[in-house]
């Protein structure tokens, strides 16, 4: 039999690239531009073709310059699951068995740094831009976990940018949710204890209008450190870890075989259970 | 001066419609089907005024039944912030200054549940999808924190969706980072002690082919409890827990107006500051 694109010996001429998935489905990488009805063509074959190897999730991953290809995925029934800046994730459920495709992700992940020197000095920022910028107030340094990031790697690597200092990660002491932080989407910030590996700093431009090492006193004593919900807590952990009153969750690595295989760090009060 | 849709005189008929958004920005809601042309004409005009206005970030909020005007917003410069099944987010830094549009979100949040009665029986349950379908293995009810939730609130829902038990939050007990488990996107799992209000069971049938209340020591004893990283983790921390040599995290509901005004609940270790 002819098709336009050539005969049915040759399928694969007539099917989207795609490579497997962990969990009997597949994904489609499109990057080179295509006729839109090329696309739906060869959308319409893989389909066929992916229903009769019994797949069930197909995901295709659109980059943004591939927009005129969109409405086609749509059409033929597929639905949006993520977006970043330059790409579309759709994916459409072709099994007869019930969806096992997983929620997109909910929360932005933020960390802020406590680090102390020697001199039971804090390290302390002045920001260039956002709320804070032209007001004077010195802050603990913060900043976003990137996407596949961990939590203590994007610890010390937000210090690291932000002043110039190493650091190794000790604990997390407290963290907060924020439900519906922009749009329906939700914040976690998670307050790090971390050990500095170095005193020098140098500050980042772009970010950061000044950084020091300020007396605890000094930083706990600004009106607006002392007036504000989250940076009195911030302050009384600051007191109660100086204290040795205080222990936050320390994380250790652990895989789960029961559950996903994935690498991942488990966060708890790991000197409660040594004590057993 | 005439133009295809009106005069000058009432320029609204030229423009999308919008509302203002806190940071200085407009949000478009496209909602009705509109001609691409139509749809180009009018984003090229709103454009124009909202520079003249001043405004920073554009955000257009389109359905997914309007897929095919989402080529014509990349086109004018519009790029992704992230997608939900039902809609796709665009944006546009139109303003001179450096750009403040959030990241999108990174992270899911699940959270499991450790439930005791007052005879030490733990409430357990036996899955009819995932990996442990027909396992036979009993383990601690799980679930997706939904989207705008707070991590209490989605333990509280989930639990009695799950198992019809009715609970009060107590605390975290240890968390889980799982970083780029679905494309580069991670996982945040939260484990959350709970107290039980009710004890008559009344199970889901969806997800959940069995719950019970079960003796500690017979889930304990399970083969891949035992062998699992994770689940051996959770018993030593039920056990810590039982003992009373183990303090978890407890939220409080704070705001920060120097950060964001926003209504959040702070994890700690709550306990060790009361002491002070």
């Known amino acids: 039999m002819e098709t336009i694109f050539g005969t049915v010996n040759n399928i694969n001429v007539n099917l989207l690239p795609a490579v497997n998935d962990e969990h009997g489905g597949v994904l489609v990488q499109v990057e080179a531009p295509m006729e839109p009805n090329v696309f739906h063509y060869m959308l319409q074959n893989s389909i066929t073709e992916w229903k009769l190897q019994g797949k069930k999730g197909v995901w295709i991953k659109m980059p943004i310059e591939l927009a005129n290809l969109v409405e086609i995925a749509v059409k033929e029934g597929f639905w949006y699951h993520h977006a970043e800046p330059h790409y579309l994730m759709l994916v459409h459920w072709i099994a007869d068995t019930e969806s096992t495709i997983p929620a997109n992700a909910s929360h932005k992940v933020s960390i802020g740094a406590i ?85 020098d700093i140098q500050k980042q431009d772009l970010e950061i209008e000044a950084a020091q090492w300020m007396a605890f006193e000094e930083y706990a004593n600004q009106p607006l450190i002392q007036k504000d919900g989250l940076s009195k807590y911030i302050k009384d952990l600051c007191i109660a870890k100086a204290e040795g009153d205080y222990q936050g969750f320390t994380p250790i690595p652990i895989t789960s075989s029961v559950i996903d295989d994935h690498m991942s760090s488990l966060y708890f009060l790991k000197h409660a259970l040594d004590q057993e």
């Open 115 to 199: 680090v102390f020197n020697d001199k039971r000095e804090l390290l302390v920022v002045q920001e260039n831009c956002g709320r804070l910028k032209g007001s004077g107030i010195w802050k603990i340094p913060t900043g976003t976990v990137e996407e596949g990031e961990s939590i203590y790697e994007g610890a010390i690597r937000e210090l690291k940018e932000e002043t110039g200092i190493d650091t190794e990660f000790v604990e997390v002491l407290a963290f907060r949710q924020i439900p519906k932080s922009f749009f329906n989407k939700s914040d976690l910030f998670f307050l790090c204890m971390m050990r500095p590996l170095s005193f």
